[in-house]
């Protein structure tokens, strides 16, 4: 009878340590997959940047078009429009705690949406839901020095020379499992060089 009681006891802990192993792993299989997104998102904000420049050299329009707000405020969300199929950057949202920052996925495909498709807009589009990601683009202005160097200009201040480019920050942050802000940060420098 002691015996039975024992192996029982053996048996039960290795099932239930099995089972601890197995619920880390699939959080974090889920940590990992919510990390890529984020990535991924950051990485589109740049892409956006990258498309708006280019689509501005195409159709001769100046290179920097639409990636400066008023007064030089150079912080925003990127913005598609599926009517037009074009990318805009809303320059009205300066913080990534802004509800206006809010990441969306759609839920419901209808004209053309793809059902699982994250997009950001001032309100959230019929047919998504919230997702825990935020976002937030800084295109800080790349100013011509003059022998070979640059200077960075932040929001509110413009360049005193020509300006040569942009430095794009594209921040991504969300709530993780364990309740704690978890953000990425990619940041690349765009010329207007052709």
């Not at 239930?16 to 890529?36: F, H, N, P, Y």
């Not at 976002?135 to 360049?159: H, K, V």
């Not at 364990?178 to 690349?188: A, K, T």
């Amino acid at each position: 009878m002691m015996e039975a009681l024992i192996a029982i006891g053996i048996v039960i802990t290795a099932i239930s340590s099995a089972m601890t192993v197995v619920q880390g792993s699939i959080k974090g299989e889920k940590e990992s997959e919510i990390t890529l997104v984020a990535a991924n998102l950051a990485r589109e904000g740049i892409e956006v940047v990258r498309a708006i420049r280019d689509t501005n050299w195409q159709e001769g329009d100046p290179w920097d078009d639409g990636l400066e707000g008023a007064g030089f405020d150079y912080t925003g969300i990127p913005v598609f429009d599926p009517a037009a199929n074009a990318w805009s950057i809303d320059f009205s949202v300066d913080a990534p705690s802004a509800p206006e920052a809010a990441v969306y996925r759609y839920t419901t495909g209808n004209g053309g949406i793809t059902v699982g498709l994250f997009v950001q807009a001032l309100s959230q589009p019929a047919g998504s839901v919230r997702t825990s990601f935020r976002r937030l683009l800084s295109l800080d202005a790349i100013c011509d020095a003059g022998g070979g160097t640059y200077e960075i200009r932040t929001s509110g201040d413009s360049c005193a020379t020509e300006k040569v480019g942009i430095r794009v920050t594209s921040h991504v942050e969300w709530m993780s499992s364990v309740g704690s802000i978890r953000s990425v940060d990619f940041e690349e420098r765009i010329f207007d060089w052709r």
